[in-house]
């Protein structure tokens, strides 16, 4: 009985390398597709993935790397295909270890001058292979909240082999690069709100260019102004918020932290009869067609007030009633032995007659 089987598209290949273990730069390394089909696999094609794009490598069951090179790290994967379909495997990492490479050649030269012999060697300079930059990275400085007005220096930092000859900054929602974002070191000075947002770089030597992940630039209003001065109790108090958006706010709308309720609106936010619990910390919010943007918080702590005649006065009086009770209960007790206690009570009725 003759027995037949039926059509089937590839399996989903699986990819082997060998040697196994570490790669080092220089050695070779094959990789080789297996699935399982039929009719059987026709053809298998090699692809890297890089730049969000799959590459094609080359095409054969089996892939041979030889001297390979620190940018051929990388994620690889094979199509297997035949009369019925395709198949894609998944990615395998192939990580090479980058060695300094060195050349040694000796050349001996013999010559013979009055019966001496003389040896000539040299080494040549020691060379790492050609590298392309690594993935950038931003840092911002300083650390911390930005305010409107202050600088901010954005540092990328890329390591390659030729150096990065080109530092280029963008900040997203814009095809072209930032005005003046050429260089290593980007610095945004007297810095607006209109100037929050994302930013990267992209490093190039000769080989190739890499951009950063995007850091977040977020700047805050500049904290109210407040009233030069001690705040007192019982006193108005007046809080201005200011921005130089473009286009111009339109609306500004006061805060106080821990109060979900707005406390007031408009550019000026006024306080009369400034009490304790007028207390906290206070913002404005600051909004144009574009967005809105809070500013930095403010602290304010009112005082009391010791310096109007009266209440300097009242204090002088209190002060002074509280001697005189003091001496005169001990007086009292030494002189009469009177208990101390009724002498309190006593000095008390008397302080109020």
Request: charged share 15%; aromatic share 10%; net charge neutral.
């Amino acid at each position: 009985m003759l027995m037949f089987s039926s059509p089937v598209a590839p399996t989903v290949p699986s990819v082997s390398f060998s040697p196994s273990g570490e790669i080092v730069e220089g050695s070779s390394v094959t990789l080789t597709c297996t699935s399982d089909a039929n009719p059987p696999v026709t053809k298998y094609t090699w692809y890297k993935r890089g730049n969000n794009r799959l590459q094609s490598r080359g095409e054969g069951q089996q892939f041979v790397l030889s001297f390979i090179k620190s940018s051929d790290s990388g994620s690889y994967s094979c199509v297997a295909e035949n009369s019925l379909g395709r198949k894609m495997s998944e990615y395998i990492y192939i990580d090479v270890k980058c060695e300094i490479l060195c050349s040694l050649e000796i050349l001996m030269q013999q010559r013979i001058n009055k019966g001496t012999i003389f040896i000539h060697s040299f080494i040549h300079s020691v060379k790492s292979p050609p590298d392309p930059p690594r993935l950038p990275s931003v840092s911002v400085s300083p650390s911390g909240q930005i305010v409107e007005g202050s600088s901010v220096t954005l540092t990328c930092t890329s390591d390659a082999n030729p150096p990065v000859t080109k530092y280029t900054w963008y900040k997203r929602g814009k095809n072209q690069p930032q005005s003046g974002g050429e260089g290593q070191q980007f610095v945004l000075s007297f810095i607006k709100s209109s100037d929050s947002g994302l930013y990267s770089c992209v490093a190039e030597n000769s080989l190739e260019q890499k951009m950063s992940k995007f850091v977040h630039i977020d700047v805050k209003l500049s904290p109210p102004l407040l009233p030069s001065g001690q705040i007192v109790q019982g006193s108005s108090v007046t809080l201005t918020c200011t921005s130089d958006a473009n286009p111009p706010v339109t609306k500004y709308t006061w805060y106080k932290e821990d109060e979900d309720s707005p406390k007031a609106s408009g550019q000026n936010f006024t306080i009369t009869d400034f009490r304790s619990e007028h207390s906290g910390n206070y913002y404005c919010e600051a909004q144009n067609s574009r967005g809105r943007q809070n500013s930095a918080s403010h602290l304010i702590v009112v005082s009391c007030d010791y310096s109007t005649p009266w209440m300097f006065s009242s204090f002088i009086a209190i002060l002074t009633i509280m001697i005189v009770r003091g001496i005169f209960s001990v007086y009292v007790h030494q002189q009469m032995s009177i208990p101390m206690y009724l002498v309190y009570v006593c000095s008390s009725v008397l302080c109020f007659i």
